[in-house]
């Protein structure tokens, strides 16, 4: 558990207490910053603070204009099979032609030299043949390979949640080598995340996949909510005589926002 949520949660001034209940706190089950994997010019961000996202849902373009370009190119390279087809047609009609002297051959109307030229002429057309499919399969792999980088000129969202805050607006130069500039700031809310410290005399009343009760403050104090214990500390602290758990809120239709003070009842 993290230091600064234990300072917090200590600082908290404490809500009326009841029989084993103990502040908590209900958090979002986890909070990401937004950033670009390219360099490049922000073209569009996709949602505002406060707006709900969901997982996949695009969040951030990024200007795609050069890679669009390059995309189209190597689709274009990939899909052309007509040297391919020409040099399967050349081997075809070789493979005929060779076919037919070998039987002339044995009834000598032709030369032992021409059967050969026509069999190293063959060999000339297969070896053309093979260049031209392995070129056509290396168009493939560019037109992959391109793909792949336009695609990395959009930024989707890891999972369903809000959008937190929103730090940089179309037409800022983006890089992903600077930690200092996220474009967003996501939070996931379904679930919902309760952190709560509990006196070390507490320990033998609660485990994992334990239901508790949480009561959120007012004004969403109308009744309690269930929440099942995820995580037990198993490291206590002996200079605060305190360990942590952590439980999950189901929030499927997002009722509740993240961010409040709340009493937790084993």
Do not use: W
């Amino acid at each position: 558990m993290k230091p600064s949520f234990l300072l917090a949660l200590l600082s908290l001034p404490a809500l009326p207490t009841l029989a084993q209940d103990y502040d908590c706190m209900i958090e979002p089950a986890q909070t990401v910053e937004i950033r670009s994997p390219v360099v490049g010019i922000l073209e569009r961000v996709h949602a505002r603070r406060g707006e709900a996202i969901r997982q996949g849902q695009v969040l951030v373009s990024i200007e795609s204009s050069v890679e669009a370009s390059a995309a189209d190119s190597a689709k274009a390279r990939a899909d052309a099979q007509g040297q391919a087809e020409m040099s399967r047609a050349k081997v075809g009609a070789l493979r005929e032609k060779a076919r037919r002297l070998q039987d002339l051959l044995k009834e000598e109307f032709v030369s032992a030299q021409a059967v050969e030229d026509a069999q190293a002429e063959l060999k000339l057309a297969e070896a053309e043949m093979k260049a031209a499919t392995e070129n056509n399969q290396i168009a493939r792999l560019d037109h992959r390979q391109a793909v792949d980088q336009l695609r990395r000129r959009q930024i989707h969202a890891p999972f369903s949640g809000v959008v937190v805050d929103q730090y940089l607006y179309p037409g800022a130069l983006m890089d992903s080598s600077d930690t200092k500039k996220p474009v967003l700031k996501i939070a996931q809310t379904h679930p919902l995340k309760v952190q709560a410290l509990l006196p070390v005399k507490a320990f033998t009343s609660v485990k994992p996949g334990q239901m508790v009760s949480v009561t959120p403050e007012a004004p969403f104090a109308d009744k309690p909510i269930q929440a099942r214990v995820r995580t037990v500390d198993r490291v206590l602290d002996a200079a605060a005589g305190t360990f942590g758990i952590v439980a999950e809120i189901d929030n499927a239709k997002g009722e509740l926002p993240a961010g409040l003070r709340c009493r937790v009842k084993l």
